[in-house]
């Protein structure tokens, strides 16, 4: 049994904008899946659809969601928060929005745990502070009673997975969580995902934008456009043989290893379409150089490259070479 | 008109000669005053820039990189005088700035600045060609002049005048308020533009294209660049030259290719290797770097990198390495680098280092 298993999830805000539009991903336990994708691309959510965090009224969610089994759309308000935290957790961009600012940090990781668990306050107090010093975090009895202001931004971030572990919880949710972080920062966090995911056994879902970031941690990559996964594929498939033109534009737009000055850049022309208003062909034909008769007509379903590899394009066979993916390869 | 050659050709402007550099930064200090207590007296200063020297020459680009709370956009905005500098001198073109010779509406009239957040620097209650007509008008340029203006250089920047000049700024996408942006700061045909983390909002396809425009306006314009982001990838990409900061200082600054592949300072080699592979064959395994940077209330004694520094010797703690020369124009503070400075890397004698 995968630990999550996403099938023709479609969210639709307002009656108008379709955010995912038949989103199916399944996570094997133990696995960390990064989601890629730009802003509007419907990554953060689906991932905010697997806590249900969206407002149920002006949201509209078809399809199915299961995580360890459980079926997250058929959830009770009181079945939803049992599952929040125990079985899900989930980790924000902005950690300092995301903790409360009049507690310190040690009350709402007991907090959490005094919920779900039958435990005396000392014994929550104790696990807190192993949660701690299982993220690292420097002098961990003091930092206990430290605000969320009190502390610099790494440590904030590092505070906030020890809240998400509290549970120990089967699969962790982490929406951007280095996005705001500085370079030196960023690199010591997502090493630390990697390494609580291999001790924990976690399955993480990792959305970022960020594809250096999502590969220093992801098995897999799933990449977003438009609402749909585009291409799924490890992530050694995904950067070294890319077969869906919006990924190989993604990877060729980086301003990284264009080494000789004044040579441009290999931008994406155009801007993501508006969601109220999807083109009924493939979304990202308008911008896309490969784009045949039939990609503006008709939307193409998902082709396997190869074992779990897969893309959403109807020239993944010979768009890879018109485009010049193959430099790519040696990158 | 614009259409055409810039109707100032910025070139027969120089007053001082490529030689004399378009931008010099000399002993650049801000201090802001921490108020606490009951009676509200200054308790602590935030030492945001801390003695910045350095020079921007004429049609390079001179990229800023750090991480936050370095001071890399306190010097950007000190620059403009958008706040008050403690102390420290800044000169255009070999004119002091807020001297007889150059007024502060002067110089602001040829250095202009984009900010990150496209949004909330553009009036919501203006059109967009309003909003890039309006600074021309302030320095006296008739308003049909100054539309006439907007409208081109709308075009310039990728927007179709006839479909974008009447809309308002939550009409359009980040990538396309941004290049607003941009006309805007170009409409008084400055010669030096500023650009604060311009491109790091915005998606990465946006970003190429918004990067490739930024290089066209330079050749076309005859501009120079002050680039400051965190990112950098996109440094590397848009610079001559690169300057690290560090706590309010310059820990190193060259020419980009110099600081990129033979970093002296052991901060930019940390800020080198924190940068993701994006090589799933080769991860990075150890974070270079542990910690997050220090407090600027407090900054650490002697070498402000010394409580991160890999290679710390008794001596960085109580000495304050000076920008050294490293090779052509190349600079670093390190005592690594400082000739006689007592490190046991340091070279011996008055030699400068490799």
């Known amino acids: 049994m995968s630990a999550v298993d996403i099938r023709d999830l479609r969210v639709t805000f307002g009656g108008v904008v379709r955010a995912v539009d038949g989103v199916t991903l399944s996570i094997e336990r133990g696995e960390v899946v990064a989601l890629i994708g730009e802003s509007g691309s419907g990554k953060s959510v689906t991932l905010r659809s697997l806590m249900r965090l969206h407002p149920p009224r002006a949201t509209k969610m078809e399809g199915t969601i299961a995580v360890e089994g459980r079926d997250v759309l058929a959830m009770t308000p009181r079945a939803l928060a049992d599952y929040r935290g125990p079985i899900v957790s989930m980790i924000f961009q902005e950690p300092l929005l995301a903790l409360d600012p009049v507690y310190t940090v040690g009350e709402q990781i007991m907090e959490i745990i005094l919920r779900h668990e ?8 104790a696990r807190a502070l192993a949660l701690f010093e299982r993220v690292r975090i420097p002098s961990p009895e003091r930092r206990l009673d430290a605000y969320p202001h009190e502390m610099s931004g790494g440590m904030r971030q590092r505070a906030m997975i020890a809240l998400a572990l509290a549970c120990r919880p089967k699969v962790l949710l982490a929406d951007e969580p280095t996005t705001a972080l500085d370079a030196t920062v960023q690199i010591q966090i997502l090493l630390l995902l990697r390494e609580l995911q291999r001790d924990l056994g976690l399955s993480i879902i990792f959305v970022t934008h960020d594809l250096g970031a999502a590969v220093e941690v992801a098995d897999r990559i799933a990449v977003m456009y438009a609402g749909r996964i585009v291409e799924e594929g490890t992530a050694r498939e995904l950067i070294r043989n890319p077969r869906h033109p919006y990924t190989i534009g993604l990877l060729k737009s980086r301003a990284h290893g264009v080494m000789e000055k004044g040579t441009r850049l290999d931008a994406i022309p155009g801007a993501p379409p508006d969601l109220a208003r999807l083109p009924p062909g493939c979304s990202f034909a308008p ?31 010979d768009a890879p070479a018109q485009l010049g993916a193959q430099a790519l390869g040696a990158a | 008109m614009i259409i055409g050659a810039p109707a100032h050709d910025p070139f027969e402007r120089d007053r001082g000669g490529p030689a004399t550099p378009l931008l010099t930064v000399k002993g650049l200090l801000k201090h802001f005053p921490i108020r606490g ?11 945001a820039v801390d003695g910045v020297d350095f020079e921007v020459m004429k049609g390079e680009t001179l990229g800023v990189v750090g991480e936050s709370g370095c001071g890399k956009s306190t010097t950007a905005r000190l620059l403009l005088s958008l706040i008050d500098p403690t102390a420290g001198e800044v000169f255009f073109d070999g004119m002091k700035v807020g001297s007889p010779e150059l007024s502060l509406k002067e110089f602001r009239r040829q250095t202009q600045m984009v900010f990150q957040d496209s949004y909330s620097s553009l009036n919501p209650r203006l059109t967009i060609e309003a909003s890039i007509a309006f600074a021309p008008q302030v320095h006296g340029v008739p308003k049909r002049e100054a539309v006439a203006r907007a409208r081109d250089l709308l075009a310039r920047v990728g927007l179709d005048p006839v479909r974008f000049a009447g809309r308002y700024p939550h009409e359009l996408s980040g990538g396309q308020r941004q290049r607003v942006n941009i006309a805007r700061a170009l409409a008084l045909q400055p010669r030096l533009v500023l650009l604060d983390e311009a491109v790091s909002a915005l998606d990465k396809s946006v970003e190429a294209q918004v990067l490739n425009l930024l290089m066209d306006l330079k050749d076309e314009f005859g501009l120079t660049y002050l680039f400051i982001s965190h990112d950098l990838n996109v440094v590397r990409f848009i610079s001559d030259r690169v300057m690290v900061m560090y706590l309010g200082q310059v820990a190193e600054i060259g020419p980009s290719d110099v600081v990129f592949d033979r970093a002296c300072h052991p901060y930019t080699t940390a800020l080198l290797s924190s940068m993701p592979s994006i090589d799933p064959d080769h991860r990075t395994m150890e974070a270079p770097l542990a910690g997050d940077p220090p407090n600027p209330i407090n900054p650490p004694s002697g070498c402000r990198f010394h409580t991160r520094c890999s290679f710390v010797e008794q001596v960085c703690s109580s000495v304050q390495p000076r920008l050294t020369e490293a090779g052509p124009q190349h600079e670093a503070a390190c005592l690594m680098v400082v000739p006689g400075s007592g ?4 070279p011996v004698g008055t030699g400068v280092a490799a």
């Not at chain 1, 039958?118 to 107090?125: G, P």
């Not at chain 1, 779990?308 to 066979?317: I, M, Q, S």
């Open chain 1, 118 to 125: 039958k435990v005396s306050r000392k014994e929550a107090r």
């Open chain 1, 287 to 317: 911008r896309c150089a490969a784009a045949i008769e039939s990609c503006q007509i008709e939307q193409p379903p998902s082709f396997v490259v190869e074992g779990g590899h897969r893309a959403r394009c109807f020239r993944w066979k």
């Open chain 2, 37 to 47: 207590g009951a009676l509200g007296r200054v308790q602590a200063h935030v030492r």
């Open chain 2, 343 to 346: 490190h046991s890397k340091a």
